[in-house]
């Protein structure tokens, strides 16, 4: 059984439309993160997260922003989507905060025509 | 800032032959360095992690070995098996980033017959 859902598995989506991207860790992890993996740049780190905290951010973008209702989710919603938004998206999470080994979920393939 | 070089590109290699995929990086702190593999369709996973009291790590008959003195994190395998074809990224986290991983750009390692 997969320990780090993703749903969905592949999402396509209009230009200027909205979409959130799921994510549940059952691994009992205080921190999660977001990665993007595109041709033009593999696993990219976008947000990371610890105890629904906001630890670090490196989207320059207001247009993605992670979102945390319980512990072992974090959400990801993009808005105003443009075709350079197509990637996969990676939710990982890890046990703790420093020098961790991340697991990471099967991905969200995003395209955006 | 933290940043990870490795051989990236398309690497092939004949069943049998050994496997060499290259690491330097840049860090402001003692770093931990890692190799995480990708097969196809799936989520990146762990395949070493650097030790902090110089041991060499292995798995799966890979093995890499953190030289300090020349930033290295190389990965080798003395014989290429066809199930090793997967993309392959050297990471890197420290102090400063703690469990943030920074990504080198990936290598695609085909192994033929």
């Known amino acids: 059984d997969p320990k780090i859902i993703q749903k969905p598995k592949y999402l396509v989506a209009v230009t200027g439309s909205e979409k959130i991207l799921i994510c549940e860790q059952y691994l009992g992890h205080n921190a999660m993160y977001w990665y993007r993996q595109s041709a033009k740049k593999p696993l990219e780190f976008m947000f990371s997260?610890?105890?629904?905290?906001?630890?670090d951010n490196q989207t320059a973008s207001s247009r993605f922003q992670p979102q945390s209702s319980k512990k072992n989710h974090l959400d990801l919603q993009i808005t105003a989507l443009k075709p350079d938004d197509s990637a996969t998206y990676f939710c990982a999470s890890s046990s703790g905060t420093t020098n961790e080994r991340l697991f990471f979920g099967h991905g969200t393939k995003l395209s955006v025509l | 800032g933290d940043s990870v070089t490795q051989t990236e590109g398309l690497v092939t290699l004949t069943e049998g032959l050994p496997v060499m995929l290259n690491c330097t990086y840049q860090?402001?702190?003692?770093?931990?360095l890692f190799w995480y593999v990708q097969h196809l369709n799936e989520a990146p996973k762990l395949l070493l992690k650097?030790?902090?009291?110089?041991k060499r790590p292995e798995h799966q008959g890979f093995h890499a070995t953190l030289h300090k003195s020349s930033s290295s994190f190389h990965l080798q395998k003395s014989s290429a098996q066809l199930s090793d074809s997967a993309l392959y990224y050297c990471?890197?986290?420290?102090?400063?980033?703690?469990?943030?991983?920074?990504f080198g750009k990936g290598a695609k390692l085909t192994v033929s017959p």
């Open positions: 990471a890197l986290s420290d102090q400063g980033t703690g469990s943030k991983l920074s």
């Open positions: 650097s030790f902090t009291d110089n």
């Open positions: 997260y610890s105890y629904q905290k906001l630890m």
């Open positions: 860090s402001t702190y003692s770093p931990f």
